[in-house]
């Protein structure tokens, strides 16, 4: 990626433009650190960690502590499931069991299970259960239909 700064004494504020072909992961990383609201901070031993949603593949809810699990890391957040939905759904999160949101596009495979479950495969090698009473919503989010799709770029 090719980067230019220009000075110009001239503007009322400073100004970030991006040009792109195709949204990869790097400018997706780059949009999100751009759009400072859009990055969380993520503690682990004692030491935080700036994250890009774009990082996580799946949050979970564990003795009332939220946990983002990315490729290799976990770190903790302080938020709440239903906060991170509300800020970070259009980022691809939908939730699948009462204290898990996987992130579907870090979704490998989707295998069928009884009980009208599903066993999500992630990118990362993860299996994570996506639970009866949360699967329409899941399967509307994956087909376009639900409430968490919007178009970003």
């Avoid at 990869?24 to 503690?43: H, M, P, T, W, Y």
Wanted: charged share 35%.
């Amino acid at each position: 990626m090719q980067v230019h700064y220009y000075k110009d004494e001239k503007l009322q504020e400073n100004r970030v433009e991006v040009y792109f072909n195709k949204q990869d992961e790097e400018i997706k990383n780059l949009r999100a650190f751009l759009e400072d609201d859009k990055v969380l901070l993520g503690s682990k031993d004692k030491s935080t960690k700036r994250i890009f949603p774009t990082e996580i593949f799946y949050l979970e809810i564990v003795d009332r502590h939220c946990f983002a699990y990315l490729e290799s890391d976990v770190y903790q957040l302080e938020i709440s499931l239903r906060d991170f939905l509300e800020k970070y759904h259009t980022y691809g999160f939908v939730q699948i069991g009462k204290s898990t949101i996987v992130n579907a596009k870090k979704i490998e495979h989707i295998v069928p299970d009884i009980n009208m479950r599903m066993h999500l495969i992630l990118e990362n090698e993860e299996r994570l259960v996506v639970n009866r009473s949360y699967k329409k919503e899941f399967m509307a989010h994956l087909k376009g239909e639900g409430k968490d799709n919007e178009n970003h770029q």
